[in-house]
Nanobody, 125 residues
Framework: QVQLVESGGGLVQAGGSLRLSCAAS????????MGWFRQATGREREFVAA????????YNSDSVKGRFTISRDNAKNTVYLQMNSLKPEDTAVYYC??????????????????WGQGTQVTVSS
């Protein structure tokens, strides 16, 4: 049974940093892209960042470009999201996800088959 477990969320002041982790179990995902999405209250889930299966390529949404960095460690079956210069508008539940088709990387949540339960990030002003 595949499980994705996020950790590292919390409350931080604007301008601060957090590092999210997502550990996968049940199978390895060394051939699949992984991504982070977020959902603020009353809004749809939106793409944040993705990383290719070997970690060579990454893609960030415009709203986090230059502030967030996605990385992965395939030996640990884990993906990370380093978030710097946080803003109140970054407040949301953050979800990690694994792409459904090997060796593809997209920004549409429908391309991702496995999801974590989410971790809350709250940025105070």
């Amino acid at each position: 049974q595949v499980q994705l477990v996020e950790s590292g969320g919390g409350l931080v002041q604007a301008g601060g940093s957090l590092r999210l982790s997502c550990a996968a179990s049940g199978r390895t995902f060394s051939s699949e892209a992984m991504g982070w999405f977020r959902q603020a209250t009353g809004r749809e889930r939106e793409f944040v960042a993705a990383i290719s299966w070997r970690g060579v390529s990454t893609y960030n949404s415009d709203s986090v470009k230059g502030r967030f960095t996605i990385s992965r460690d395939n030996a640990k079956n884990t993906v990370y999201l380093q978030m710097n210069s946080l803003k109140p508008e970054d407040t949301a539940v953050y979800y990690c996800a694994v792409a459904g088709i090997p060796q593809t990387m997209g920004v549409d949540r429908r391309e991702y088959d496995y999801w974590g339960q989410g971790t809350q990030v709250t940025v105070s002003s």
